[in-house]
């Protein structure tokens, strides 16, 4: 079992940045493939970005492409989302979620381990 937890949402204004943390808790996510999905209101849970448990590699949503960052530390089981540039049409709830040995996965049905999820508000 992993529990994972977001934190660092919040309120921001658009151009602005925010970083988005997960920890996770449990076991190590070192075998873990991890990724960041964002939900709207009456809209479908979609991916953001992904990074795989192997070697790191990564895949981004198109919208966010350029414009966030994932990465990931084992040592502090934590995977951070790095945003930037930020757009009204960011605002959602994002949530972390955990596969063991997991591919590059990009549908919410693939991943066993969801956290409760952490609000981004675009807004000026």
């Known amino acids: 079992q992993v529990q994972l937890i977001e934190s660092g949402g919040g309120l921001v204004q658009p151009g602005g940045s925010l970083r988005l943390s997960c920890a996770a808790s449990g076991r190590t996510i070192s075998t873990y493939t991890m990724g960041w999905f964002r939900q709207s209101p009456g809209e479908e849970r979609n991916i953001v970005a992904v990074?795989?448990?192997?070697?790191?590699?990564?895949h981004y949503a198109e919208s966010v492409t350029g414009r966030f960052t994932i990465s990931r530390d084992n040592a502090k089981n934590t995977v951070y989302l790095q945003m930037n540039s930020l757009k009204p049409e960011d605002t959602a709830v994002y949530f972390c979620a955990a596969v063991m040995y997991g591919s590059i996965y990009t549908e919410k049905e693939n991943y066993d381990y969801w956290g409760q999820g952490t609000q981004v508000t675009v807004s000026s």
């Open positions: 990074v795989g448990w192997k070697t790191g590699s990564t």
